[in-house]
T-cell receptor, first 115, second 115 residues
Framework: QKEVEQNSGPLSVPEGAIASLNCTYS??????FFWYRQYSGKSPELIMS????GDKEDGRFTAQLNKASQYVSLLIRDSQPSDSATYLC???????????????FGSGTQLTVLP | KAGVTQTPRYLIKTRGQQVTLSCSPI?????VSWYQQTPGQGLQFLFE???????NKGNFPGRFSGRQFSNSRSEMNVSTLELGDSALYLC??????????????FGPGTRLTVT
């Protein structure tokens, strides 16, 4: 049974700081990861996807994937109060059928950015 | 482009009843997945449909079933409802047509309460 472990937090950072969110995973076959943001009472929103080893930057967000260490992270630079939400990492590596995909989620990290 | 839509948004049922939830994917997306989100278990995969075929199924009892229509719209059904079925049910769509990992986009969810 593959697992995705995520620091459950909660994590608080001051406005303007860098927030660091981390996940580790156990399935060496995992090739890519997604990061979702979920505001309270809302559904998850895809904010980053990373398909190869290394870093991927998009605006204030940087996703990092280290397949050797089986580690994925999300950095949020210049954090804003509007970034306060639960962040979920998800492994889309399909099991059983090679053409099927299912997301395996971490437990989520609740981030609060303090004004 | 319109996003994923789910109906109804809220539902209250009593134990023993059955319920049907509906999902319309993003136009052009042919893969529809269903997830259950609860505070205790987090986000868990139910099943995925592609071209009217169930390609993968999560670890849920047979009371949970689904189907997909030729227009990619999907329904899930839960029979003989139990109190523990109270959850947010999320539908996600993807344009997945074969191998590889494709981003999944979530609808707003259906909040089911079983009393």
């Amino acid at each position: 049974q593959k697992e995705v472990e995520q620091n459950s937090g909660p994590l608080s950072v001051p406005e303007g700081a860098i927030a660091s969110l981390n996940c580790t995973y156990s399935d060496r076959g995992s090739q890519s990861f997604f990061w979702y943001r979920q505001y309270s009472g809302k559904s998850p929103e895809l904010i980053m996807s990373i398909y190869s080893n290394g870093d991927k930057e998009d605006g204030r967000f940087t996703a990092q994937l280290n397949k050797a260490s089986q580690y994925v992270s999300l950095l949020i630079r210049d954090s804003q109060p509007s970034d306060s939400a639960t962040y979920l990492c998800a492994d889309p590596y399909g099991r059983s059928s090679g053409s099927a995909r299912q997301l395996t989620f971490g437990s989520g990290t609740q981030l609060t950015v303090l004004p | 482009k319109a996003g994923v839509t789910q109906t109804p948004r809220y539902l209250i049922k009593t134990r023993g009843q059955q319920v049907t939830l509906s999902c319309s994917p993003i136009s052009g997306h042919r893969s529809v997945s269903w997830y259950q989100q609860t505070p205790g278990q987090g986000l868990q995969f139910l099943f995925e449909y592609f071209s009217e075929t169930q390609r993968n199924k999560g670890n849920f009892p047979g009371r949970f079933s689904g189907r997909q229509f030729s227009n990619s719209r999907s329904e899930m059904n839960v029979s003989t409802l139990e109190l523990g079925d109270s959850a947010l049910y999320l539908c996600a769509s993807s344009w997945s047509s074969g191998q590889g990992s494709y981003e999944q986009y979530f609808g707003p969810g259906t909040r089911l309460t079983v009393t």
